[in-house]
Structures are given as structure tokens and as C-alpha cells.
């Protein structure tokens, strides 16, 4: 819900407790009644679909809580530098379902999983460290459910240590700590646990929650504990997710490989398979190949697992959402919206940023008249007036809209037009883009009162009749030094005439 509000997930639950809710976690299940009163407190006007509703009526999720599969805890490793987290995850990867079951070879895709003995799997984030972490939560990803903070033994608490645990703590997160190093001679496990308990650490030892194991990355000592903490922690916090209905995950990474491009989707519920639709951000995809991070291709995947997953149209983003879709034409649709949505904030902005420099020019320009009326008397204003004049010269912005047939084409003509200019006047590239010229496009060109470079696409005549009336130029060509030749005499048009 946060997320969906676009709020900041610690400032939602801050929200959630002034509205007397208490000890929410992130995956505390709010009914339909109190999610629109919450949203109704954003200025949101709720809409209760009665066709999906499942927690409106009578049993309330909670009860029914028991009958939800469980579900594998999402871990990520935090601590100082030099602490060991990227020892003790290469100890864990090599125990990782991937590792044993597909003959050893692991692939960094962003996450494995570990079965235990026990018949239980953790997921582990393979990116230590805590810029990744908040990476995630800033964009609204609440992915990490235990956070396992390491400390070295011989080391004990230090300045990032600290940091860690404050990042938990304001996320929320619960903390396991893991003493490592505890091979070495002078490791002193003891003076850890004190540091952690002044910090406000309670620690199990000194009548606390919160579970400490001692550990080696280097020698695997402990990491069998660890484990069983992590274990014994998520079946404390009863992690569950339903594996019917539609899938919901986040994107954990994202990139381009020789197959085409790939994202690791950590599943959050639902069962994702082969043939599924995904929308994430402003991209969508038809899953053709579900990879563990073994490279092998499996079947289908549940929550609480991490997979990586092809065929996306457009490259997602690290943390954004992903959503099935129930056919490739809602995806498209949602996804138009998304752009659309993004293009308007963006232009609102544009205009802010313009109207802005507008009326610094104005101003500039006034306080310029205003000192050269003075005339040749005002000898010690002269100076700033000159300057004034030739600053005000100076903010002469030419804005473009560019469009092109193709992204490698766009890229090309945005390098060439972007850089014409000089210090009296110059283009500027308000956006760029692929495909013919919209009415969008004609609307943010007539707002900025600049024009549009058609490369190697061109507009319809409705849309070219619109630009007409609204007084926009629409210069088409299909040669970059032909239409760098435009630009420029367009610039020199906006260049002061000599007196
Ligand atoms: P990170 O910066 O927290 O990821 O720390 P690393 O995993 O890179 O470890 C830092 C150094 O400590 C490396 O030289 C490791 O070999 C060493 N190290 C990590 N874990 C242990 C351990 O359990 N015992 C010993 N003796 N050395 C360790």
C-alpha cells in the first residue's frame, strides 16, 4: 500500500501508528475498510472492487492465516567493511539449491536460495552491504525481511556496524547477529556481545531477542547455526505468502545479456511460470525462460524464491514492482499509462524549470534597461550593466522535442543537436524519444514554445494540423547534417542583432 500511495515505507508506518495501528510489519495485512481510510489520509479516494474483494467480508485474513503456505525468509547480509559478509555468502552460495543440485556452478543473478536439512529454504541477497539495501527501500521495495549483521570477532562494533543497525531498525527489520572470524586466536566474542548490548543491541545472552551465533566464513564453523537462527527467526514471524492468484515480486537486478534482456524477479506471491505476463515499471514481458541461479531452466517458481526472467521489451529497473498482467494488451496499456504518466510529471516540471529561467531573464532584462536609461552619467554602474546585458543574451534557450525512428538514431541526433550553441544562445533537448510525432509531443513542445526534430519519422496529418494551430514546427528530415543546418538557423534566429 505504501508503495502504491508512493510513500516512504517508514514514514507509512509512522502514519499507520498515529492512526493507532500497532506493531506493523512490513508484511502486516491491512482489510479493505482501513487500507481506504489510510489512503483516504494521502488524499487518495479509495475504490472498493466488490468483485475482488476477498477481506471485506466475514473472516478476516488474519484468521485464515494458518492455511497460507509458508513461505522461504529473504535475508540480507549488513556490516562493516572487511567484517566477512562476502566470505560468509560465498560459504553459503556453495550450499545453495543451485550449487548442489546442478552440479556446483552458481551465477551472480542478485539472490540464491539454501535448502536446509531441514527441509526449509532461505533466500539470500547476494548484494552485501548497505547501499543496496537502501537503494531498494527508498524506491519503495520492501524485500529484506531478516538482516543478518556481521561482526568480526576481532574487531567488534564499528562506525558501519552501527550504521547497519540503524538501518534495520528503521526499516524495521529484525536483526540476527552473526559473530565471524571466531577462528581466530584473538577473536573475542564476548566484548562483541557487550559493544552490541550498549548499542541497544538485546542480545539473547543478556535476557534479549535477538539471536546471536558465532560463526567463520572461512572455515564454515557456525554457519549450520546461522541458519537454524535465520529458521527459528522466520517461523517466529510466521512468513507466508499465497501461492494461487496473481504473481507479485520485485526486481532485484537487471541487465543485458547476449539472449536479450533479463531481470532476477524475487517472487513476493503467486506462482510464476513460463507463458505468465509481467508488467514492471514502464516495461512488460511474456516470461519465455525461468533461470535459477544455477542457469538452469525451471518450471515455475513460489514465493520467497528469485528467478531470472526474459523477454522484457524494455529494461526494468532494480526495485521496481512487478505486477502480472492478464493479457499482453492490459500490459501494453499499463504501461502506455505509466510512460504517459512519467512524460506529464516530467513536463511539469520542464515548464517549472522554464518559467523559471523566463523570469530570471525578465528581471535581468529589466534591471538592464533600468541601468542603461541611467545613461553615461551612472559611469560606476557601467560595468554591471554590460554584464547584465550580455547575461541576459545569454538565456537564450531554444527548446527541442526530438523524435526518431529508432533509439541509435535518437541517441545519434540528440549528440549532434545538443551540443549547437554558444554562449548567447543553444539548444536544449527537452526529451527524446522513438516512434512518430504524438499529439503529446505537440502539446509539451507548445508549452515549452519550442520544436519538434522528426528523424527519420514523421507526424500524421492530424497531428500535423494541431501543431499548426498551436503554432508548433514540426522539421522532418532524414540526414543529421541537413537538419543540424536547420537547428542552427533556428538558433541564429534567437541571436541579438548587432547595433
Ligand atoms: P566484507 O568486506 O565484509 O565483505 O569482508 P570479506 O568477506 O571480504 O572479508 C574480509 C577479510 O576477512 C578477507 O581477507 C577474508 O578472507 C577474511 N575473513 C572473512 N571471514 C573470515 C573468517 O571467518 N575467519 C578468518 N580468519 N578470516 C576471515
Redesign the pocket.
Known sequence: LAAALRVRFEDFVRKLEELGFEDVQSDHVLNAENAGLVAMEYNFEPVVDESEDRDLHAAPVAEDRSEIPLRPPVVTIM?H???????ILDYLRKSSVAATEFGGITQHIGAFSVALSSGKTITFLDT?GHAAFLNMRQRGANVTDIVVL?VAADDSVMPQTLEAIKHAQAARVPIIVAI??I??PEAAPERVKHDLARHGIEVEDFGGDTQVVAV???TGQGIKDLEGAISLQSEILDHRAETDGPVEGWVLEATTKKSGRVATVLVRRGNLKQGDILVAGTTWTRVRTLRNEGGITVNAVGPGMPVEVDGWEDQPDAGDEVLEAPDEQKAKDVVDWRIEKEERVKLAKDMEAINEARKAEQEKRERGNRATAAGPDADADQATSQDVAASSKRSNVVPFILKADVSGSAEAVHEAISTLGNNEVWSHILRSGVGGVSEFDVEHAAAARGHILAFNTTAEPRIRQMAEVKGVEIIEDNVIYRLVNTVKAKLSEKLAPLV
Do not use: A, C, E, L
Open positions: 556490516g567493511v572487511d567484517h566477512g559478509k562476502t566470505t552485501p556481521v565471524n572470524k577462528d581466530k567463520s566464513g572461512k
